[in-house]
């Protein structure tokens, strides 16, 4: 089981990218946890959000979305 840090991990810029690559609505969300930029992929299955996969995001992708 993972455990973040204590005190705040998660900065407060979380832009939403819409995915339309799939059948079903995506996003992904850009940020830091720990101070490291993250991408969340995730989709809204009936009201409920589902994480499909969080990862180390490319110093491109965090030029391109979150400057």
């Known amino acids: 089981m993972a455990c973040l840090s204590p005190g705040p991990p998660i900065s407060m810029f979380w832009p939403y ?15 830091l946890i720990d101070g490291v930029a993250c991408c969340v992929a995730g989709t809204d299955r009936d009201g409920v959000v589902r994480v499909i996969s ?14």
Request: charged share 40%; net charge positive.
């Open 17 to 31: 990218v819409s995915d339309d690559r799939f059948p079903e609505p995506r996003f992904r969300l850009y940020g």
């Open 54 to 67: 969080l990862r180390r995001a490319h110093a491109k992708e965090m030029k391109r979305y979150v400057s």
